[in-house]
C-alpha cells in the first residue's frame, strides 16, 4: 500500500482494515457470526496474508501491547516525538510507532463526503491513534523474505533485526494497519518494540491516552473498539 492510500484511508486500507477486525476478533477467539468468507480468505483476498500454503514461523504471545483512548486525547502529537526520539534519536513522525497524525484530521476511516459526521479534528473531535497490535500470528514477521522480524525473549514484542532487514517494504505492505514503517533515511523498517517494557509514548502522554496493558486486555480494548465504530 502506498503512503496515499494509508493517508486517506482509501479503498485498500478500507480493506486491509475490514478483513484485519475480523483477524483480530478470530485471535481473541469470539470469531465472527454470519460471515460469508473465510477471515483467512479475506485476508488473502485483500493483501493481507502470505500466499496459501506458505510456511508460518511461530511467535510467543507478547506480554502486553500499547493501547489509544480517544476519549483523552488531544492530538498533541507528543507520543510520536517521544517514539522516534527514543529509537532513532531524532523526531521523525512518518516512522513513529504509534500514529497519530495519520487519522488526525479525518479520523479512523478516513476522507468522506460528510467528513463531518466522523471522527477527527474535521468531524467530531475523537481523535483515533494507531498502535502495533503485537499479534498473535503476525503478517509482519510471516511475510518477511529474510525473517528480520522476531520475538524479544523478554517483552515477545515483534522486532526488527536491522541487520537483517532489506528494507523492502513488505512487512509494512503485510500488516493489516500499515504499521511497520520503513525509515527513508535508513532503508530499514521499524516498529513497536514496546520499548522493552517500557513504552515512552505512554509515559510521556500529558493525557494518559496511551496505556502499556495486558495482552489479553489489549485484546478485550480492541474488540470493544471495532465493535463500536465498525
Not at 478500507?14 to 473465510?38: C, D, H, Y
Request: aromatic share 8%; charged share 20%; proline share 4%.
Amino acid at each position: 500500500m502506498d503512503n496515499e492510500n494509508k493517508e486517506s484511508g482509501g479503498i485498500d486500507g478500507f480493506m486491509k482494515k475490514t478483513a484485519s477486525r475480523k483477524e483480530f476478533l478470530r485471535m481473541s477467539g469470539t470469531g465472527v457470526a454470519g460471515s460469508v468468507l473465510t477471515v483467512s480468505l479475506l485476508s488473502f483476498l485483500s493483501g493481507c496474508a502470505t500466499e496459501p500454503g506458505a510456511k508460518k514461523r511461530v511467535f510467543a504471545t507478547a506480554s502486553g501491547a500499547v493501547i489509544h483512548d480517544p476519549s483523552r486525547c488531544s492530538g498533541c502529537r507528543r507520543c510520536e516525538s517521544n517514539c522516534t526520539m527514543t529509537n532513532d534519536g531524532k523526531a521523525h513522525p512518518y516512522i513513529s510507532r504509534v500514529k497519530i497524525g495519520r487519522t488526525l484530521n479525518y479520523g479512523f476511516k478516513g476522507p468522506s463526503a460528510a467528513y463531518w459526521t466522523g471522527d477527527g479534528q474535521f468531524g467530531s473531535l475523537r481523535l483515533n491513534g494507531e498502535t502495533c497490535r503485537q499479534c498473535k500470528e503476525p503478517y509482519c514477521g510471516n511475510a518477511c523474505p529474510v525473517g528480520a522480524i522476531y520475538a524479544d525473549k523478554t517483552t515477545g514484542a515483534r522486532v526488527v533485526d536491522v541487520k537483517k532487514c532489506i528494507g523492502c517494504g513488505t512487512c509494512q505492505r503485510a500488516c493489516p494497519w500499515g504499521m511497520a514503517t520503513v525509515d527513508p533515511e535508513t532503508s530499514k523498517s521499524t516498529k513497536c518494540v514496546l520499548c522493552y517494557g517500557d513504552p515512552q509514548c505512554a509515559k510521556g502522554c500529558p493525557n494518559g491516552a496511551i496505556k502499556f496493558v495486558a495482552w489479553e486486555e489489549a485484546v478485550k480494548q480492541y474488540k470493544t473498539h471495532w465493535e463500536t465504530h465498525a
